[in-house]
């Protein structure tokens, strides 16, 4: 079966509810999950917009995450899921458990989001369908595991440069300077999860967040839905009129997703050099994004052909994952093809705890 990328989605922009933060958890060093705010950071605003951030400042000591990452990022989420339970929980006379259709993480809606726009990047997603609700997990591709297989020390170093430029604009307490003298580690996580819909499509997906911003220090549980987050990115200082062109096509599309499906209002980007140092820092406001890249995007046409792959998805995934998994496979520069694979193959991702606790 094929799902074919060419009909035109620059209609109007489909009914999605505002997103709302319904929980929260935290990711330790040792990747273990904790149902509290340790890891919540606080936006501590630069005095000025010149800066001079040195992101290999520590670097020999960084803590990167490892390969085996995407699978306990999707059991974390999941143990969230159990431990609160009673926040989704469907309607008894529904014919689910849960309340969302649909459950992934916000990356993973934002990597559907600008398909239309990536002719170049596969991709794959898999579902996996359980009491009436799909899970959705994205799978590194040949291509990706041969990218990941083969980073230099200079891809590696590249990547570490977002996570230290947070360092330098966040802090563990509000109002206190950040300390940029220990150091990065990259395992550390707080997330958020949120509610959102997208026409009548509930969905709940969760997301790393960077900062909030807060004046006073917030304590467990947190008023999570009045919080207000600040996204932080990085980003090649812009020379001329073709980098700026590169800027608004490749990276705004990303920024604006990203931030638009969890509720961000902001984004600092601070711009840096070919050394590593960051210049100078610009605030966007994510509202703007569409419109200062309207010649290369339109934020409906993302989201229509996000609603249609997820119709796609819900008419193709019949069976409970412990028959069939769905394996959707973006081609480059091709359509999205359809494979049915077993259940006991490398594609699954509902670990047996989840499945069975559901039995209870
Ligand atoms: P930048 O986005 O500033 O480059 P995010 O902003 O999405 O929370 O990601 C934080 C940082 O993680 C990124 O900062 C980048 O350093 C690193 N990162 C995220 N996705 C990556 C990827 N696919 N490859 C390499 N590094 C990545
Ligand atoms: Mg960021």
């Known amino acids: ?24 958890y935290s990711i330790d060093s040792t990747r273990s999950i904790c149902f509290d705010s340790s890891q919540l950071t606080y936006y501590y605003p630069p005095k000025n917009n010149e800066v001079s951030f040195d992101l290999n400042h520590g670097i020999e000591c960084v803590r ?4 085996t990452t995407k699978h306990d990022k999707i ?23 849960l309340q969302p259709h649909i459950v992934c993480f916000r990356g993973l809606l934002s990597r559907i989001m600008k398909t239309p726009y990536d002719e170049r990047e596969g991709w794959i997603i898999c579902a996996a369908k359980w009491k009436g609700t799909i899970y959705l997990m994205a799978f ?17 170093q590249f990547s570490s440069w977002g996570f230290k430029f947070e360092q330098y604009i966040l802090s563990d307490e ?29 969905l709940l997906y969760a997301a790393e967040m960077d900062g909030v911003y807060s004046d006073k220090l917030l304590t467990d549980p947190l008023p999570i839905e009045n919080l ?22 490749f990276k705004f599309i990303r920024w604006w997703s990203q931030s638009f499906l969890v509720g961000i209002e902001n984004i600092l980007c601070g711009f840096r050099d070919d050394k590593g140092i960051v210049r100078n820092l ?3 406001r994510v509202a703007d994004l569409p419109r200062i890249s309207e010649r290369f995007w339109s934020a409906s046409t993302t989201m229509n052909f996000c609603d249609d792959f997820l119709k796609y998805v819900e008419k193709t ?26 259940p006991t193959s490398e594609y699954a991702f509902l670990p047996e705890w989840f499945i069975k606790s559901f039995n209870k």
């Open 174 to 202: 509000p109002n206190k300077p950040p300390d940029t003298s220990k150091p990065v580690d990259e395992k550390e996580e707080f997330c958020c999860v949120f509610q959102s819909r997208l026409r009548e499509r509930k």
């Open 228 to 249: 207000k987050f600040i996204e932080l990115k990085t980003s090649r200082i812009v020379d001329n009129e073709r980098q700026f062109s590169n800027l608004k096509k």
């Open 75 to 97: 059991d974390t989420f999941l143990k969230w899921i159990m431990n609160n339970f009673d926040k989704i929980r469907a309607h008894p006379d529904s014919n689910r458990w």
């Open 64 to 67: 990167r995450k490892t390969s």
């Open 1 to 24: 079966m094929v799902f074919r990328i060419n009909k035109p989605w620059d209609k109007d922009f489909p009914y999605f509810e505002r997103p709302k933060a319904i929980g929260y």
């Open 282 to 284: 610009k605030n966007y």
């Open 140 to 156: 590194d591709t040949e291509a990706d595991t041969f990218e990941l297989n083969n980073r230099t020390e200079k891809d590696l």
């Open 317 to 342: 995934v019949i069976n409970d994952c412990n028959k069939t998994i769905y394996k959707f496979e973006r081609i480059p520069h091709s359509h999205i093809i359809v494979t049915e694979v077993s």
